[in-house]
């Protein structure tokens, strides 16, 4: 099995986006629910066979984009002199580095610096594009790494690259870049508007949403259809919002968030699910087809910090801060089960071929369970092994998981391993 993978992976040319790619922050439709099927329904005792793990991928908690035989990430060398924030290129069938961007600065905080975000993959497979911590939006080449264009979403930029007039969150830009077909959308804040739309190959401004100036947080944007017509999903710390494809503000209702608002917004046939932690709740609300906002319900039910939710069959998936991870009704907010922390620690969720993957952001275990409103069952557990011994003491395993390819990819900073978890 293990040389197939290793076979399939390599064959597989980088010039275009393939079904079974893992382009971007949680997946093509950025809802982390993964196409894969003929995985492991139950793991053996000790998780899935490790393929490979390396210890290059630098500080922060950046996850994965993986296209054809390359697994895209971010994360800083972390030194006290000269110390930068980078983008780079691994070899999906070994771990090896392929190549190494400077992005900028290394951003240090109490929870441990580096990057936060994860890259997105162009289309065609020729560029892909990441924001360090400290703001710089970075497009290079996927072939060798060769910077296209840099932009800097904080102030107004430099002499190398302009700004959008945003200022840096308190633990740094954490949003993962939308590549929207020629189009590149991020959120730098700010007065000038909150999100900024870009020509995909030259960096150009298209637009910046000027109707709305709120500060940035640490949410990604969500392209959606609504109505026969494209919009832009984003969260901030007081707004969920919706842009046309013209950067017009289309609808906005009030969010009950402090502190960091991170989760990215769940979108589904009009409803849209917006959840955050420090006691913030949830809010769901339907947008009509002429994009008139009616509340569903705003509870404090699903409280997630920042590992994530999913929908799945009209079931949102993740864990609430106190509850534990639970499974709710999308339309209504009615809670249909929880596992009684049973799961140990909160953390980051993914779907694929009926289970959920939960990676426990404390002692670093990966639980197996399956997505079904019936009830809790899990099917397997193992600890990601080995673990940093540079993250910072008051971090966490915050990296989220990916499934790709018959692959499961986790990370702790600077290591990452990659399973076969196809049966």
Request: aromatic share 8%; proline share 4%.
């Amino acid at each position: 099995m293990r040389q197939f993978l290793f076979l399939l992976c390599a064959a597989v040319p980088l010039t275009s986006i393939q079904a079974g790619d893992w382009p971007t922050w949680r997946g093509t439709s950025r809802d982390d629910i993964s196409s894969e099927t003929g995985l492991l329904s139950e793991w053996p005792e000790g998780g899935p066979e490790k393929l490979w793990d390396t210890k290059e991928a630098g500080l922060g908690y950046s996850s994965f984009a993986i296209v054809g035989n390359q697994l895209f990430t971010m994360g800083s060398d972390g030194t006290e002199n000269d110390s930068s924030d980078f983008l780079m290129a691994l070899n999906v069938t070994d771990g090896s580095v392929n190549w190494k961007t400077r992005m900028g600065a290394y951003r240090d905080n109490g929870w441990g610096g580096g990057p936060r975000g994860t890259p997105s993959v162009s289309n065609d497979g020729k560029l892909v594009i990441g924001i360090s911590a400290a703001g710089d939006l970075v497009c290079v080449r996927t072939a060798n790494g060769e910077e296209v264009w840099r932009k800097q979403l904080a102030g107004e930029g430099s002499e190398n690259a302009a700004g959008f007039g945003g200022s840096i969150p308190n633990w740094g830009y954490s949003e993962s870049p939308l590549i929207d077909g020629d189009r590149l959308l991020c959120t730098p804040g700010g007065n000038a508007g909150t999100v900024v739309c870009l020509n995909l190959q030259t960096g150009e401004t298209i637009w910046q949403s000027a109707e709305l100036q709120d500060n940035a947080h640490y949410s990604s944007i969500i392209a959606v259809e609504h109505a026969n017509a494209r919009q832009y999903i984003q969260l901030t710390e007081k707004t969920l919002f919706g842009l046309s494809a013209d950067g017009k503000l289309l609808w906005k209702t009030e969010f009950p968030g402090r502190t960091a608002v991170i989760p990215t917004p769940v979108y589904s046939e009009g409803v849209v699910f917006a959840t955050a932690g420090y006691g913030a709740g949830c809010v769901c609300v339907r947008i009509s087809d002429s994009n008139e906002v009616e509340p569903l319900y705003d509870t404090k039910d699903m409280s997630n910090h920042h590992g994530g939710v999913l929908l799945f069959e009209g079931h949102i998936y993740g864990h609430s801060d106190s509850k534990g991870l639970l499974c709710q009704k999308l339309e209504t907010g009615e809670i249909v089960w929880t596992d009684n922390n049973r799961n140990r620690s909160k953390g980051a969720v993914a779907f694929a071929d009926g289970h959920l993957y939960c990676l426990n952001e404390g002692d670093g275990q990966c639980v197996l369970a399956e997505a079904t409103p019936t009830g809790y069952n899990e099917t397997g557990r193992f600890t990601l092994e080995p673990q940093s011994e540079q993250r910072n003491p008051r971090g966490r395993v915050w990296t989220h998981p990916v499934i790709c390819n018959g692959m499961l990819f986790l990370r702790d900073q600077e290591v990452i391993c990659c399973y076969d978890i196809r049966k």
